[in-house]
Protein backbone atom coordinates (compact mmCIF):
# COMPACT_ATOMS: atom_id res chain seq x y z
CA UNK A 1 0.00 0.00 0.00
CA UNK A 2 1.23 3.28 -1.12
CA UNK A 3 2.07 6.07 1.30
CA UNK A 4 -0.52 8.19 0.61
CA UNK A 5 -3.20 5.69 -0.02
CA UNK A 6 -2.61 3.91 3.54
CA UNK A 7 -2.63 7.84 5.29
CA UNK A 8 -5.76 8.74 3.05
CA UNK A 9 -8.22 6.07 4.27
CA UNK A 10 -6.87 6.19 7.90
CA UNK A 11 -8.27 9.76 7.67
CA UNK A 12 -11.43 8.94 6.22
CA UNK A 13 -12.46 5.93 8.23
CA UNK A 14 -11.36 7.73 11.00
CA UNK A 15 -12.88 10.78 10.04
CA UNK A 16 -16.72 8.80 9.50
CA UNK A 17 -16.09 7.21 12.96
CA UNK A 18 -15.67 10.68 15.03
CA UNK A 19 -19.20 11.25 13.48
CA UNK A 20 -20.32 7.92 14.38
CA UNK A 21 -18.79 9.12 17.95
CA UNK A 22 -20.43 11.97 18.29
CA UNK A 23 -24.47 10.27 17.30
CA UNK A 24 -23.40 7.75 19.79
CA UNK A 25 -22.67 10.75 22.59
CA UNK A 26 -25.77 12.20 21.34
CA UNK A 27 -28.11 9.41 22.10
CA UNK A 28 -26.75 9.07 25.00
CA UNK A 29 -27.27 12.41 26.62
CA UNK A 30 -30.88 12.00 24.69
CA UNK A 31 -31.28 8.59 26.61
CA UNK A 32 -30.15 10.26 29.95
CA UNK A 33 -33.44 12.87 29.24
CA UNK A 34 -36.01 11.14 28.35
CA UNK A 35 -35.98 7.97 29.12
CA UNK A 36 -36.77 6.70 32.83
CA UNK A 37 -34.57 5.21 35.51
CA UNK A 38 -34.49 1.72 34.17
CA UNK A 39 -33.26 2.74 30.77
CA UNK A 40 -31.16 5.71 32.22
CA UNK A 41 -28.40 2.85 33.69
CA UNK A 42 -27.38 2.33 29.69
CA UNK A 43 -26.34 6.01 29.93
CA UNK A 44 -22.71 5.78 31.18
CA UNK A 45 -21.71 2.97 29.02
CA UNK A 46 -23.34 4.45 25.76
CA UNK A 47 -21.31 7.42 26.77
CA UNK A 48 -18.19 5.75 27.71
CA UNK A 49 -18.21 4.13 24.39
CA UNK A 50 -19.11 7.27 22.18
CA UNK A 51 -16.03 9.25 24.30
CA UNK A 52 -13.47 5.97 23.64
CA UNK A 53 -14.58 5.51 20.11
CA UNK A 54 -13.57 9.76 19.72
CA UNK A 55 -10.64 10.09 21.12
CA UNK A 56 -9.17 6.89 19.00
CA UNK A 57 -10.24 8.45 15.80
CA UNK A 58 -9.18 11.99 16.24
CA UNK A 59 -6.08 10.46 17.23
CA UNK A 60 -5.64 8.38 14.28
CA UNK A 61 -7.07 10.90 12.22
CA UNK A 62 -4.43 13.62 12.89
CA UNK A 63 -1.55 10.83 13.34
CA UNK A 64 -2.06 10.23 9.48
CA UNK A 65 -3.01 13.85 8.92
CA UNK A 66 0.30 15.23 9.94
CA UNK A 67 2.21 11.32 9.02
CA UNK A 68 2.91 11.75 12.77
CA UNK A 69 4.81 8.37 13.73
CA UNK A 70 4.83 9.00 17.48
CA UNK A 71 0.61 9.69 17.79
CA UNK A 72 -0.23 6.36 14.79
CA UNK A 73 1.71 4.42 17.90
CA UNK A 74 -0.19 5.69 20.31
CA UNK A 75 -3.56 5.00 18.10
CA UNK A 76 -2.31 1.50 17.15
CA UNK A 77 -1.78 0.59 20.88
CA UNK A 78 -5.20 2.18 22.14
CA UNK A 79 -7.11 0.46 18.95
CA UNK A 80 -4.78 -3.31 20.04
CA UNK A 81 -6.19 -2.66 23.12
CA UNK A 82 -9.73 -2.33 22.38
CA UNK A 83 -10.04 -4.94 19.76
CA UNK A 84 -8.22 -7.50 23.18
CA UNK A 85 -11.04 -6.21 24.77
CA UNK A 86 -13.50 -6.86 22.01
CA UNK A 87 -12.40 -10.47 21.90
CA UNK A 88 -12.36 -11.64 25.49
CA UNK A 89 -15.89 -10.04 26.01
CA UNK A 90 -16.89 -11.60 23.07
CA UNK A 91 -15.60 -15.16 23.93
CA UNK A 92 -17.51 -14.60 27.51
CA UNK A 93 -20.33 -13.72 26.09
CA UNK A 94 -20.63 -17.11 24.06
CA UNK A 95 -20.13 -18.39 27.48
CA UNK A 96 -21.93 -17.28 29.18
CA UNK A 97 -24.94 -17.68 26.87
CA UNK A 98 -24.40 -21.48 25.96
CA UNK A 99 -26.50 -22.50 28.42
CA UNK A 100 -29.79 -22.46 29.09
CA UNK A 101 -33.23 -23.03 26.59
CA UNK A 102 -36.83 -22.92 26.75
CA UNK A 103 -39.16 -25.80 27.99
CA UNK A 104 -42.22 -26.40 25.74
CA UNK A 105 -45.83 -27.17 27.04
CA UNK A 106 -49.02 -28.69 25.16
CA UNK A 107 -51.08 -26.22 24.28
CA UNK A 108 -49.11 -23.35 24.47
CA UNK A 109 -47.27 -21.71 21.88
CA UNK A 110 -44.47 -20.30 23.97
CA UNK A 111 -42.07 -21.57 25.88
CA UNK A 112 -41.44 -21.77 29.71
CA UNK A 113 -37.92 -21.19 31.65
CA UNK A 114 -36.16 -22.58 34.73
CA UNK A 115 -34.15 -20.66 36.57
CA UNK A 116 -31.24 -23.54 36.98
CA UNK A 117 -30.55 -24.30 33.12
CA UNK A 118 -28.62 -20.96 33.05
CA UNK A 119 -25.07 -20.38 33.59
CA UNK A 120 -23.65 -20.00 37.03
CA UNK A 121 -22.84 -16.18 36.42
CA UNK A 122 -26.57 -15.68 35.13
CA UNK A 123 -27.43 -17.06 38.71
CA UNK A 124 -25.30 -15.02 40.75
CA UNK A 125 -26.74 -11.74 39.03
CA UNK A 126 -30.38 -12.67 39.47
CA UNK A 127 -29.95 -14.26 42.82
CA UNK A 128 -28.65 -11.33 44.26
CA UNK A 129 -31.00 -9.52 46.21
CA UNK A 130 -30.00 -5.98 45.49
CA UNK A 131 -29.67 -6.85 41.49
CA UNK A 132 -33.02 -8.25 41.87
CA UNK A 133 -34.52 -5.88 43.76
CA UNK A 134 -33.54 -3.19 41.04
CA UNK A 135 -34.23 -5.56 38.03
CA UNK A 136 -37.85 -5.70 40.20
CA UNK A 137 -38.90 -2.04 40.07
CA UNK A 138 -37.74 -1.67 36.91
CA UNK A 139 -40.39 -4.63 35.64
CA UNK A 140 -43.09 -3.02 37.52
CA UNK A 141 -42.61 0.87 36.01
CA UNK A 142 -42.93 -1.15 32.35
CA UNK A 143 -46.03 -2.78 33.14
CA UNK A 144 -45.73 -4.84 30.71
CA UNK A 145 -47.81 -7.05 32.60
CA UNK A 146 -50.82 -5.06 33.44
CA UNK A 147 -51.02 -4.07 29.15
CA UNK A 148 -51.68 -8.00 28.61
CA UNK A 149 -55.33 -7.58 29.01
CA UNK A 150 -55.52 -4.41 26.49
CA UNK A 151 -53.11 -7.34 23.67
CA UNK A 152 -55.50 -9.67 24.45
CA UNK A 153 -59.49 -8.56 24.82
CA UNK A 154 -60.44 -11.90 25.18
CA UNK A 155 -58.89 -15.14 27.29
CA UNK A 156 -59.24 -17.38 23.85
CA UNK A 157 -56.57 -14.85 22.52
CA UNK A 158 -54.91 -14.80 25.54
CA UNK A 159 -54.13 -18.71 25.57
CA UNK A 160 -53.37 -18.59 22.03
CA UNK A 161 -51.03 -15.47 22.55
CA UNK A 162 -46.82 -16.01 22.00
CA UNK A 163 -45.96 -14.36 25.04
CA UNK A 164 -42.10 -13.17 25.73
CA UNK A 165 -40.01 -14.75 27.63
CA UNK A 166 -40.58 -11.93 30.74
CA UNK A 167 -44.20 -12.06 30.26
CA UNK A 168 -44.36 -15.50 30.30
CA UNK A 169 -42.22 -15.86 33.23
CA UNK A 170 -42.91 -12.62 35.40
CA UNK A 171 -47.08 -12.25 34.26
CA UNK A 172 -48.32 -15.27 35.05
CA UNK A 173 -48.03 -18.88 37.81
CA UNK A 174 -45.72 -21.73 36.09
CA UNK A 175 -48.38 -23.51 33.92
CA UNK A 176 -47.92 -26.70 36.46
CA UNK A 177 -49.41 -24.78 39.11
CA UNK A 178 -52.85 -25.32 37.13
CA UNK A 179 -54.52 -22.27 38.06
CA UNK A 180 -56.93 -21.32 35.41
CA UNK A 181 -57.09 -18.16 34.25
CA UNK A 182 -60.01 -16.09 34.47
CA UNK A 183 -58.32 -13.32 32.19
CA UNK A 184 -54.66 -12.14 30.55
CA UNK A 185 -53.93 -10.39 34.02
CA UNK A 186 -56.11 -12.63 36.57
CA UNK A 187 -55.78 -16.38 37.65
CA UNK A 188 -58.11 -18.28 40.16
CA UNK A 189 -56.03 -18.48 43.12
CA UNK A 190 -58.66 -20.19 45.30
CA UNK A 191 -57.49 -23.26 43.70
CA UNK A 192 -54.94 -25.88 45.43
CA UNK A 193 -51.76 -26.33 43.18
CA UNK A 194 -51.17 -29.09 41.39
CA UNK A 195 -47.45 -29.04 41.92
CA UNK A 196 -44.98 -28.01 44.70
CA UNK A 197 -42.77 -25.49 43.22
CA UNK A 198 -42.79 -23.03 45.32
CA UNK A 199 -43.55 -20.04 42.21
CA UNK A 200 -47.43 -20.99 42.81
CA UNK A 201 -47.06 -19.90 45.84
CA UNK A 202 -45.37 -16.59 45.31
CA UNK A 203 -47.59 -15.52 42.43
CA UNK A 204 -50.42 -12.87 43.25
CA UNK A 205 -52.72 -11.03 41.46
CA UNK A 206 -51.98 -7.68 42.89
CA UNK A 207 -50.29 -5.25 40.09
CA UNK A 208 -46.69 -4.76 42.20
CA UNK A 209 -46.55 -8.30 42.69
CA UNK A 210 -47.43 -10.87 39.80
CA UNK A 211 -44.65 -13.62 39.83
CA UNK A 212 -41.94 -10.93 39.92
CA UNK A 213 -40.47 -12.97 43.26
CA UNK A 214 -40.23 -16.37 40.95
CA UNK A 215 -37.78 -17.82 39.65
CA UNK A 216 -39.80 -18.26 36.63
CA UNK A 217 -39.38 -14.56 36.52
CA UNK A 218 -35.73 -14.69 36.70
CA UNK A 219 -35.77 -17.45 34.00
CA UNK A 220 -37.16 -14.93 32.03
CA UNK A 221 -35.07 -12.48 32.30
CA UNK A 222 -31.95 -14.45 31.86
CA UNK A 223 -33.45 -15.43 28.43
CA UNK A 224 -33.42 -12.14 27.61
CA UNK A 225 -30.75 -11.10 28.92
CA UNK A 226 -28.97 -14.28 26.82
CA UNK A 227 -30.98 -13.37 23.50
CA UNK A 228 -29.51 -9.41 24.02
CA UNK A 229 -26.18 -10.60 24.99
CA UNK A 230 -25.77 -12.96 21.89
CA UNK A 231 -26.80 -9.97 19.60
CA UNK A 232 -24.21 -8.15 20.74
CA UNK A 233 -21.50 -11.28 20.94
CA UNK A 234 -22.77 -10.93 17.23
CA UNK A 235 -22.27 -7.74 16.43
CA UNK A 236 -18.74 -7.58 18.27
CA UNK A 237 -17.60 -10.31 15.74
CA UNK A 238 -18.50 -7.86 12.79
CA UNK A 239 -16.69 -5.60 15.03
CA UNK A 240 -13.93 -7.00 15.67
CA UNK A 241 -13.47 -7.71 12.23
CA UNK A 242 -14.24 -4.14 10.80
CA UNK A 243 -11.38 -2.85 13.75
CA UNK A 244 -8.93 -5.55 12.33
CA UNK A 245 -8.84 -4.14 9.08
CA UNK A 246 -8.52 -0.69 10.69
CA UNK A 247 -5.79 -2.04 12.41
CA UNK A 248 -3.66 -3.36 9.33
CA UNK A 249 -4.16 -0.04 7.92
CA UNK A 250 -3.24 1.95 10.29
CA UNK A 251 0.26 -0.58 10.56
CA UNK A 252 1.10 -0.09 6.78
CA UNK A 253 0.26 4.28 7.84
CA UNK A 254 2.25 4.13 10.56
CA UNK A 255 5.31 2.80 8.38
CA UNK A 256 4.85 4.91 5.95
CA UNK A 257 5.03 7.78 8.22
CA UNK A 258 8.35 6.11 9.46
CA UNK A 259 10.04 5.93 6.30
CA UNK A 260 8.65 9.93 5.31
CA UNK A 261 10.90 10.78 9.04
CA UNK A 262 13.87 8.98 8.57
CA UNK A 263 14.03 10.44 4.54
CA UNK A 264 13.42 13.70 5.58
Not at 46 to 63: H, P
Not at 104 to 109: D, I, K, M
Not at 189 to 200: A, M, R
Amino acid sequence: MGIGTSNFIVRWINFLTMLLAIAVIIFGVWMSTHHDSCRRSLTLPVLGLGAVIFVVSIIGFLGALKRNSILLWIYLIMLCIILVAILVFTVLAFIITNNGSGHSVPGLRYKEYQLQDYSSWFLKQLNNTKNWNRLKNCLVKTEDCNNLPKKYKTIKKYKSAKLTAIEAGCCRPPSQCGYPAVNASYYDLSFHPISSDKDCKLYKNSRATKCYNCDSCKAGVAQYMKTEWRVVAIFNVILFVVLSMIYFVGCCARRSAARSHSKA
